[in-house]
């Protein structure tokens, strides 16, 4: 792909790519997301690194950052200073906007703020002009050199530096014209607006231009909006942009919630390293059959891609050596009896050996890794510096147990930790439940055995939860045993656990006395951040 004319001159031993802060302006691979973040290559633009991303939601999310507030007479006008090429010239003769249509427009605008703001996106004395985007899909976008060289060191040396080239209009092919709106509307006006479908596009054409702090935005609003669903592809765009906070946020959501992750329809459109990396992850939380399966569901992909039929020899063929990343002899026997042996991946030879593997005492040496991966340790939040236990003063009636808790950082909850009998041995049916704002976001239905002893058991959901900081979640529990039970005394309204505090908090909806002193649901079990180590 041929750069504008200045960023080659500003990289001259380098034609193809140019690096600015660690950021690679060579165009990277492209990947699409479907479920919750989606990068869509146009079929008559492959050169370009970045087309528009399309975020679908249920619910139409903006993030607006006003730095310092620009005029409203200066965001009215945006609009109608655009055009599209034309057959001579990409940029046409545009209005002016309508904040400077009266003559005498400077006097209304008593600040530098609301007169620079008025200049945004403005034919008015613009003496730059960017054609932006793919070929045939292209916008017209007005500027001025100084406002732009005073808020990126790159368009710096574009217009002043010792190779800049006086050129009224700089075609941009690899930039979204909404992504290059956003940046300009933050050097011109300090204001970031920022939508789900447009937050990577904007974080490409920041790092492109070396804006740190809309990249930092960007950033932002990708992690405070990462789910199971858009984490692998998120990890995929954040070794791109070389974020490694975000890496690691991603890191943790995967790893958390491993099988939402690798059923999600984003996974499918991942780049090979990333792919790599997943498969070879140790802390992946979810059974080995689930990875073979979202590697063969990449892989019949990949084949679609390539325009090959998705047959298991062309699967195996894609996926190369990623597939012996997959740790198959660590199935269950029946997992990999009555599923993984029978899809036409493995060779017989293949086949055979691993059968050996979980039925000799000799055991063949197998090309696939042997070791079961660690997976992640749960943590446990313990919210009581006692327990007891008084004749009839705690009993289980089938009422709500219940209390409200928050953290500071992000955190996934497993299950409960929950007193039992205190008059002898007995079973115990249980309802878990964890709620937000009203709302269910999951309850099991379990069973569990009390010793008779005042342990706490533990009961778990079906699958991790994601729990987002500085908000209150709400944690049931009812119990249908022997009535007597132990119950937890001297409660605290704050708990640290490795590098996570908790903050509890009573319940309405606890019916059988619970509450931050005593009660009932001694622990929180969870995945999230460790206490990281000490400087010596």
């Known amino acids: 792909m041929k750069l504008p004319f200045q960023e080659q001159d500003l990289c001259p031993n380098k034609a193809e790519s140019c690096n600015n802060g660690g950021f690679s302006i060579t165009p990277p691979h492209s990947v699409s997301q479907r479920e919750a973040m989606q990068i869509l290559q146009p079929a008559s633009a492959p050169t370009s690194p970045l087309a528009s991303p399309n975020l679908t939601s249920t619910t139409s999310t903006t993030f607006s950052l006003n730095v310092a507030s620009c005029s409203s007479e200066a965001t009215t006008s945006n609009n109608s200073s655009t055009n599209t090429a034309s057959n001579s010239s990409p940029c046409l003769l545009l209005q002016h906007g309508e904040g400077t249509i009266d003559p005498n427009w400077q006097a209304t605008k008593p600040s530098v703020r609301e007169r620079n703001a008025a200049m945004f996106n403005n ?173 063969l569901n990449w892989a019949g992909a990949e084949c679609l891609r390539k325009e090959i039929d998705p047959t298991p020899e062309n ?94 950082k992000r955190i996934f909850v497993v299950g409960f930790g929950l007193y039992g009998s205190s008059n002898g041995a007995a079973d115990y049916t249980v309802k878990i439940e964890l709620k937000r704002l009203g709302r269910v976001l999951a309850e099991h239905n379990t069973k569990f055995f009390s010793d008779g002893s005042s342990n706490t058991f533990h009961v778990y959901f079906e699958h991790p939860i994601q729990v987002e900081p500085e908000s209150y979640y709400t944690a049931s529990a009812i119990l249908d045993g022997v009535e007597l039970s132990y119950f937890g005394q001297e409660g605290m309204s704050e708990a640290a656990v490795g590098a996570v505090t908790f903050q509890f908090q009573c319940s309405s909806e606890s019916t059988n006395g619970t509450g931050v002193q005593g009660g009932q649901i001694p622990e929180l079990i969870f995945y999230g951040p460790t206490q990281p180590p000490e400087d010596h």
């Open 315 to 408: 699967k195996r063929a894609v996926l190369n050596s990623a597939l012996f990343l997959i740790r198959l002899p660590t199935m269950s026997l029946e997992d990999f009896a009555n599923h993984a042996a029978q899809l036409g991946v493995l060779t017989p030879e293949e086949t055979i050996d691993i059968f050996l593997h979980f039925t000799a005492h000799s055991k063949p040496n197998l090309s696939f890794p042997t070791r079961t991966r660690a997976g992640l340790k749960p943590q446990v939040c313990h919210r009581f510096q006692s327990c007891a236990y008084r004749s009839n003063q705690w009993r289980y009636r089938g009422r709500c147990d219940s209390i409200q808790f928050s953290v500071d």
């Open 123 to 295: 034919e008015l004395m613009a003496d730059v002009r960017f054609v932006v985007g793919n070929p045939g899909h292209t916008q017209c976008i007005p500027a001025h050199k100084y406002v732009l060289a005073t808020g990126s060191s790159v368009f710096y040396a574009m217009f002043y530096g010792g190779l800049a080239e006086d050129k009224e209009e700089i075609e941009v092919p690899d930039v979204e014209p909404s992504a290059f709106l956003t940046l300009l509307k933050y050097l011109y006006c300090d204001e970031i607006h920022l939508e789900a479908d447009t937050v990577l596009a904007t974080l490409y054409v920041a790092k492109k231009y070396i804006v740190p702090h809309l990249a930092r935005a960007c950033v932002n609003y990708l992690e405070t909006s990462l789910t199971a669903k858009n984490a692998c592809l998120l990890l995929s765009q954040s070794r791109l942009f070389e974020e490694p906070d975000l890496m690691q946020r991603c890191w943790e959501v995967i790893d958390a919630q491993a099988e939402m992750a690798l059923r999600s329809e984003g996974f499918v459109d991942i780049d090979m390293a990333t792919l790599e990396s997943v498969l070879s992850r140790e802390t992946l939380n979810c059974k080995e059959m689930h990875l073979f399966e979202a590697a």
